[in-house]
């Protein structure tokens, strides 16, 4: 039986999706669960995002200032064991994956129902992480799938 607070807690879940970035010819990918949407706007299209500063793929987002968010179906386990429980500063993580070179110089996930290029607008420090706030460059549609 799960803990009453962490019951409740679950009501503020984020879906979890995969992001991949690059900058200066070095790639990473990563799992992250803080990802929504930052416009109630339809022509300006933005996400939001944190990055704990401990993760690669944080400096790389920062130095390059994009990155491409990807929807996973529900059966994409070995994305999220890959970029969630292994460390790019270990090996390339994303040579597992079939790639598609995105309109930013970030890698795209060939396998998943969405992929979105952002450009970063605004990071603001919170301390142990940073928020990103992004604007969408690109979009490609990959597979249809249950989320």
């Known amino acids: 039986m799960f803990d009453p607070v962490y019951t409740l807690l679950r009501n503020l879940t984020s879906p979890v999706v995969a992001i991949?970035?690059?900058?200066?010819?070095?790639r990473n990918g990563l799992?992250?669960?803080?990802?929504?949407?930052?416009?109630?706007?339809?022509k300006i299209p933005r996400i939001s995002i944190?990055?704990?500063?401990?993760?690669?793929s944080h400096d790389?987002?920062?130095r390059g200032g994009v990155f491409?968010?990807?929807?996973?179906?529900?059966?994409?386990?070995?994305?999220?064991?890959?970029?969630?429980f292994e460390s790019g500063r270990n090996g390339d993580k994303l040579s597992a994956f079939d790639l598609i070179d995105g309109k930013t110089g970030?890698?795209?996930?060939?396998?998943?129902v969405a992929g979105f290029e952002w450009q970063v607008v605004n990071a603001m420090d919170t301390g142990a992480s940073t928020f990103f706030l992004?604007?969408?460059?690109?979009?490609?549609?990959?597979?249809?799938g249950p989320l």
């Open 60 to 62: 790389l987002v920062y």
């Open 68 to 84: 491409t968010l990807h929807l996973l179906r529900n059966d994409q386990w070995n994305v999220i064991y890959k970029l969630g």
């Open 50 to 56: 944190y990055l704990s500063k401990i993760n690669h």
């Open 106 to 112: 970030c890698p795209i996930l060939a396998d998943c």
């Open 31 to 42: 799992i992250v669960t803080s990802a929504q949407r930052a416009s109630l706007v339809p």
């Open 134 to 144: 992004g604007q969408v460059v690109n979009v490609h549609t990959g597979s249809e």
């Open 20 to 26: 991949t970035t690059s900058a200066g010819g070095v």
